[in-house]
């Protein structure tokens, strides 16, 4: 019963701690934090209970057994890396919007949206995945539509709209597995029995491809991660992005290896794809948060080149680069969200010498910035180098053009560190006092402190990698 | 004692009671008397009629709805009590119907307590909405008792359980007949009076309508015809699927261009009725009666919680029109916040009866091998999240143009909160619906 406590509770909590404490700001958060560090220890413990491979069996509720159709808590070393990044990031966007306006209304939909991602990652029936899956976008959508800039409810309108349109192919799918195999269990589901795999393949495919976001579907993303505040780009980027991952490697390759094969390279075309053009087009915007966010976009494309691999290599590497895509990209919007606070302004041609006036902040974001573009000793270089070695090795040396994509990357983000961070001071950036609550800042600590700690010593990262993957030939 | 006797009883004799508060008690009573022995499993109690496991579960709910909606109710609408009890008894008749005759019958009688129910005329709009849906009550029952007719001339009779059969002059002959109730349901192309009554009656008589009646006759029908639907070839099928999506498309299209809260809720209704033709359509599958069940369980929750919701903020703000309900979060939090519960769940969002409901429905297409009719019916489905969000979206994103609050009322909370713990239970819970439906 504990194990569905911590996801049903925080759903249908919320809306209680919102009424009774709504007007103690400071408890809610309080509360918030509460839950997002029971949720961290919580699967820190789901972690040391592990076995060397396959999944453990928490438990099975609400079972209506005509319809094979149970909340089966199953989790592997995937699924609880998984949790374990979800609820510290939880906990990290908590200490840095500790100064957000209507905070009681703000921290009881990130308990919401703690007890739905939990499901998402905890469940292995294919139905109750859809629905935690689908009672994300809630909170999302009024995180956005509430606490977001000008367009803040296009944006909201548009990414609910964007990303359920596309999660109900999904379900279609789920469907047609279920009808042709009898089981909504993902463990249980034999890729032989799938009558028309291509079909399920490819509604799953673009299912997932949206939430990623892969070219041609991204555009819901640079609209919400623009008009999001901070913090909830942060989460956009670093659970949601994530999630259209992990139903990939879930659905797509573990359950239907033969036919990701098959349509290997599809993949691998959508990936570059994404990776290129979100790539080019990071360069071109001189809005400081829409560069992140292609960026953003890019490296999620890497992901996907990883993922078409189908191998253990690729997919050791693609869980790396998810990982190491949350610690990098978060400070980096953080910043960008704490530099629009202190100055009420994006374009980066307003910027320039932040250096001078906000060192610490400076240095984080050129980390976090170098690591996007792949320095060695951060866990953007692991993450790339193990991408192009994976790739090389199924696809053959051609596949090595990708490296240009360091060089894009370094291209954008050199720039805007001279844009930004170094030069003369700018008028708007001298006028600005850059105070930053410090309990903001150590949640930035905590992202830098990440990419060096992985980039150096990224063995913990591979050997769950092992255990995850271990069917597709590991060691 | 017969919870039909009890409450047509009950209702008979209730003009004799003055002052509705009095009555309103004794109603609820009554409500309660009856839900009880529904529980013991009592029903109709005469010849014809009998009562399966689905149709007591659902009989239950539907006691529970009502007494909802007599809590709703203010002192001064005693008249709707004595009708919502006819009702809730009519409903009775036509769910546990089990030969045609029967089935006529009741349905005839629903159809006349509808016809009282909204002459109930405050205005020359609800007069309008009032006769539309007589003219169009009317012609439905005309045609009803066409296919009757020519039923009976097939030499088939009507007391005994309809069954299978090949021979094509029975199966027109009860086409017809389905063709009559089809106006009920508001299925294309027999929807177009109940966008405008819907709108136009007072928003509690377009609760019942769109909520009660419609599940009622889509459950009862579906009941009755279920062998009939077997026997239908595979383009009658086809024919069936059909309609349900332009139904449903129709009505969620529509529902996008209204600026009227009660006429998008009106459109939202037509397109779940071509949601409730899918489990017609996939009568080849063994899960289409839970499917039917279970969209008729979870849509009398919402439905009738969104126009309930929809009557208190008229009565009290005469909120009307989309751009009325801007800043209603701040307003009366509570309020919006039930509303966004039920629009949610009327869009098909998880872990509410909404989502549930449709995705057995819609397995069980996928399960009748008619996948292209779920792929369709899903993408309606995400097509209607556009128009729901959009009202959520004039609740909390917008600022008020009236900012005066609005006071919680206790009677209308208390109906409220039982239809939400009916939405997130059925959202949740599906063991009750898949046992009572085998």
């Known amino acids: ?114 007890g739905a991602i939990m499901g998402v990652f905890m469940t292995s029936n294919m139905l109750w995945f859809f629905m935690f899956w689908e009672l994300t976008l809630l909170p999302m959508f009024f995180l956005v539509g509430i606490w977001g800039g000008e367009r803040r409810i296009y944006a909201a309108i548009k990414f609910f709209l964007y990303t359920h349109a596309a999660s109900v192919l999904m379900l279609l799918a789920f469907f047609l597995v279920y009808t042709q195999t009898g089981f909504f269990d993902f463990t249980l589901v034999k890729e032989a029995a799938i009558a028309t795999p291509a079909l399920v393949w490819w509604l799953l495919f673009i299912g997932f491809a949206i939430k990623l976001p892969v070219f041609p579907f991204h555009t819901w993303l640079p609209d919400a991660h623009v008009e999001a505040p901070a913090p909830v780009s942060v989460l956009l980027a670093g659970v949601l992005l994530k999630m259209g991952a992990y139903g990939l490697i879930r659905f797509g390759i573990e359950m239907m290896p033969e036919t990701s094969r098959e349509f290997a390279l599809y993949m691998l075309a959508f990936g570059l794809l994404t990776a290129f053009f979100a790539g080019l087009l990071a360069i071109y915007q001189t809005h400081i948060k829409k560069m992140v966010a292609y960026s953003s976009i890019s490296h999620m494309g890497l992901v996907l080149i990883a993922i078409s691999t189908v191998s253990y290599e690729g997919l050791s590497a693609a869980l790396f680069e998810m990982l190491g895509h949350a610690a990098i990209i978060s400070p980096l919007f953080l910043i960008a969200g704490m530099i629009y606070q202190q100055t009420g302004s994006y374009q980066m041609r307003d910027m320039g010498g932040m250096m001078q006036q906000a060192p610490y902040l400076s240095a984080i974001f050129v980390l976090a910035g170098m690591a996007a573009l792949g320095m060695p000793a951060t866990m953007g270089f692991i993450g790339e180098v193990t991408i192009y070695l994976s790739s090389i090795k199924i696809y053959g040396a051609g596949i090595a053009v990708m490296a240009i994509l360091s060089l894009i990357s370094a291209g954008y983000l050199i720039w805007t560190f001279r844009r930004v961070i170094y030069g003369e001071c700018s008028p708007l950036m001298a006028s600005s006092a850059f105070k930053i609550n410090p309990i903001e800042f150590s949640a930035l600590l905590v992202f830098a402190v990440l990419i060096v700690l992985f980039g150096i010593y990224p063995q913990p990262i591979f050997d769950v990698a092992n255990q995850s993957f271990f069917m597709l030939g590991g060691h | ?284 599958s063994h899960d289409a009666p839970t499917a039917i069940l279970y969209l008729a369980i979870a849509y009398l929750f919402m439905q009738t919680a969104v126009f309930l919701i ?91 143009y009236n900012p005066q609050p609005i006071i919680n009322k206790a009677g209308f909370v208390w109906s409220e909160l039982i239809l939400l713990a009916g939405t997130l239970y059925f959202g949740v819970v599906a063991v009750d619906v898949f046992r009572v439906a085998s």
Request: charged share 10%.
């Open chain 1, 1 to 114: 019963m504990g194990y569905l406590g911590m996801i049903l509770a925080p759903i249908f909590l919320a809306v209680f701690v919102y009424a009774l404490f709504g007007h103690r700001p400071a408890l809610v958060r309080g509360i918030a934090l509460a839950t997002f560090v029971l949720q961290f220890v919580f699967s820190a413990h789901l972690f040391s209970q592990l076995p060397d491979t396959g999944f453990v069996l928490l438990g099975s509720f609400l079972a209506v057994d005509a319809f094979h159709f149970a909340l089966t808590l199953q989790v592997d070393s995937l699924s609880v890396v998984m949790l374990l990044l979800s609820s510290l990031l939880l906990f990290l966007v908590t200490l840095s919007s500790w100064t957000i306006e209507k905070p009681a209304a703000y921290f009881s939909l990130l308990i919401l949206f703690s």
């Open chain 2, 310 to 400: 929809l009557d208190r903020l008229h009565k009290d703000q005469g909120i009307a029109s989309v751009e009325d309900l801007k800043g209603l979060a701040r307003k009366n939090p509570l309020y919006a916040l039930l509303f966004s519960v039920q629009l949610f769940s009327l869009a098909g969002i998880p872990l509410l009866a909404g989502f549930l409901a449709k995705a057995v429905a819609f397995y069980a297409g996928v399960d009748a091998g008619l996948w292209p009719l779920v792929l369709i019916a899903l993408l309606n489905s995400a097509l209607s999240v556009a128009y729901y969000a959009w009202l959520v979206k004039q609740m909390y994103f917008d600022e008020a």
């Open chain 2, 1 to 284: 004692m017969s919870p039909f006797a009890l409450l047509f009883g009950g209702a008979l004799l209730s003009p004799l009671i003055q002052g509705g508060y009095w009555l309103k008690g004794l109603t609820l009573l009554l409500l309660t008397i009856a839900g009880y022995n529904i529980w013991l499993g009592e029903g109709v109690g005469l010849a014809f009629f009998a009562q399966t496991d689905a149709i007591r579960f659902f009989e239950g709910i539907l006691v529970l709805v009502a007494a909802a909606l007599v809590l709703h109710l203010d002192d001064t609408e005693s008249g709707r009590l004595t009708q919502l009890l006819f009702i809730v008894a009519g409903s009775m008749a036509l769910l546990e119907s089990t030969t045609l005759l029967s089935f006529v019958i009741s349905f005839e009688a629903l159809s006349i307590i509808s016809f009282v129910l909204v002459s109930n005329i405050n205005s020359e709009k609800q007069a309008e909405g009032a006769i539309k849906l007589f003219f169009a009550g009317a012609t439905s029952t005309g045609i009803v008792l066409l296919g009757l007719a020519l039923f009976t001339l097939s030499g088939q009779s009507v007391d005994t359980p309809l069954a299978a059969t090949q021979d094509s002059f029975v199966l027109v002959s009860l086409f017809i007949v389905l063709i009559g109730i089809f106006y009920k349901l508001t299925i294309f192309p027999m929807h177009a009076w109940a966008a405008d009554s819907y709108a136009q009656v007072n928003h509690v008589d377009a609760a019942i309508l769109s909520a009660v009646m419609k599940t009622v006759v889509a459950l009862a029908t579906f009941q009755l015809f279920s062998p009939l639907l077997t026997s239908l070839n595979q383009n009658m099928i086809i024919g069936l699927a059909i309609l349900a999506v332009v139904t449903m498309t129709l009505g969620n299209l529509l529902a996008l261009y209204q600026k009227n809260i009660a006429k998008m809720l009106a459109y939202s209704s037509i397109a779940h009725a071509g949601y409730m033709l899918i489990p017609f359509a996939a009568i080849a």
